[in-house]
Every structure is written in structure tokens, then in C-alpha cells.
């Protein structure tokens, strides 16, 4: 931080992206202070094994890893506070009058900003579906499917991402079912015909999840008709939810520019925003990929195009 006060960035979000961008400034000397916020860690503080990191050949836990990340960037000075921002006041022209950021009633000015809250994948809202989150519940088959070998799954979904997810897991499960509450699918006809062409998948239309059963893992699900009111058992050892995610948005409302789903929009070929000074890491900007080490890989981006725009106005 300068003389003055003023910080040369501010982070706020502290997820992959945002311990990554830490990592980049500190050790290039802009001394960055995160602001991490309660929910610091994001959607890997609720995933167990974390086989698809680079460098961890036998996994790694998701809290340790974020744990790692931000030790990591702290031991090059970056200075982290858990605490959220409550209101943000973005400047037209950052170097005579900085980007302001309201903590509580203390007030983080800065040069730069580096926006990495990250997204939340949508619950279906029961407590069992949490108590059993990295017990067998999962958002991400991506991540998470090669744990399922030989196993019989559940994805909960109707959209080209569930088409898709579910597509992706009958290379490792045994059978994936899909449930999804009407009995018209959302996805692409596109996407809807490779699912149903796929002998591994089976449906499960016009259903709900009532409960997700099992004690310290998933053993199945209690599905109610959606239109109606009986029940069935349906046995399986995994439980995805692929119903949308909603990025963490809202604090920039009539700021930043956002897509039709509420993600930040980064100029093209760089994380850079359209408010000078302001840049978009990690799932807060990204709704294709949403993978850690995309994140990571957005977060140090944006913390070089923060660096590069600090030099070019000096």
C-alpha cells in the first residue's frame, strides 16, 4: 500500500482464482489485500478428493487446497481479509480518484480491482442433499466422476449441461439416470438425442428428489411424482445436481456489464472489464468451463493485466 493510502489492488473473492491472482501481484510487487469473504474457499471448501489439480499426483482435499493456495500467496505478502464487501463505488479514472470498496465501515481504496467471487452451483434445498455434499452428492461431473466406476448415478436436470454431464458419466458409471420434474426436457434437441441414443442412460421424467438416502453415504433416492403425490425408492451411490449456478453478482449490479445469466463480461483476449482498472477472474466470469485450474489459470491473468495497465499509466 502507498503512502497515501491507497492500494495498488484489492481482491475480492477468495476461491482459485482469487488466491491465485494474490499469488501473481504480491510477487510482482503490488502488495494486493483480498478481500475473501466469509464464504472464503468457494465451491471447493464443500468437495472432498481433488484428483484434477495439477501437481497433486494421489488428490488433495478441497479445503487443504485452498488452504495451500492461500498460504502460498501470503508468504509473498498478500494480505487477506475475511470479510465481505458491502457496496462497491468504481472510478472513471482510478489513478487520481481510486475505486473504493465498503467493508463494514471501513473503506478499501484501490487502483486496481480484480472481481473473483465466484459462482454457486443451485441445491435442490434438502438437508440430506447437504448433510451428504462430498458423500456421494457432487455439482460437478467433470470433477467428480471418476470416483463413480461401475456405479449406478443419478444427475437431477433438464438443460444441455445435465445432457451433458450425463453423457460424460457413462464413461466411468454403469447406468446414469436422469430426473427432471416435467416430463419435456429444457436441453437442445441436439443434446437430447445423444442422451437418449446412450444405452447407459435411463430416465426417471416427472419426478422430484424428496430425500437423498444414506447415513454417511448415498445409497439412493426417495422420488415424488411431480404431479402427484406417490413415492418411489431409486438405488444409486452418486447424486448430481446440474440445475444452473448462479454467479456471485449481485454487488456490481448496474456496474460492471453481465451477460443474460448475471456473469461478468471481460473484454475480448483479456480479463479487463469495461470500467478502467476493474478485471473478471474465474467462475464470476465463466460459465463453460467452471473448473478450478481455469479459475487459477483466469486469476493469474488478471493479475498480470492488472500489473500491465498499472505500468502503462504511470
Sequence with gaps: MADDGIHELAIIG????????????????????????????????????VDNF?????????????????AQAERFGAVMRTEDVTEVRFSDDPMSTPHELQIGSDIVRT????VAT??????????????????????????????????????????????EEATFLTKF?????????????????????????????AWDLGYVVEEVLGEDAVSGLLLRETDGTATKELPCTGLFVAIGHDP?????????????????????????????????????ADHVYRQAVTAAGNGCMAALDAERWLAEQA
Design 111 to 114: 487502483r486496481t480491482v480484480v
Design 14 to 49: 477468495g476461491g482459485p482464482a482469487g488466491y491465485t491472482a494474490a499469488l501473481y501481484a504480491a510477487r510482482g510487487a503490488l502488495s494486493p489485500v483480498v478481500i475473501e469473504g466469509y464464504a472464503a474457499g468457494g465451491q471447493l471448501m464443500i468437495t472432498s478428493d
Design 248 to 284: 456471485t453478482t449481485a454487488l456490481f449490479q448496474g456496474m460492471l456489464d453481465m451477460d443474460s445469466n448475471g456473469y461478468l463480461v471481460q473484454q475480448p483476449g483479456s480479463t479487463a472489464t469495461r470500467v478502467p482498472g476493474v478485471f473478471a477472474a474465474g467462475d464470476v
Design 54 to 70: 495439477p501437481g497433486f499426483q494421489d488428490g488433495i482435499m478441497g479445503p487443504e487446497l485452498m488452504q495451500q493456495m492461500r
Design 118 to 163: 465466484g459462482a454457486t452451483a443451485r441445491q435442490i434445498g434438502l438437508d440430506s442433499e447437504v448433510r451428504l455434499q462430498g458423500r456421494g452428492v457432487s455439482y460437478c461431473a467433470v470433477c467428480d466422476a471418476a470416483f463413480f466406476r461401475e456405479q449406478e448415478v443419478v444427475i437431477v436436470g433438464g438443460g444441455d449441461s445435465a445432457m
Design 173 to 201: 458409471a454403469s447406468k446414469v439416470t436422469i430426473v427432471h420434474r416435467r416430463e419435456e426436457l429444457r436441453a437442445s434437441k441436439v443434446m437430447q438425442e445423444r442422451a437418449r441414443t446412450n444405452n447407459k442412460i
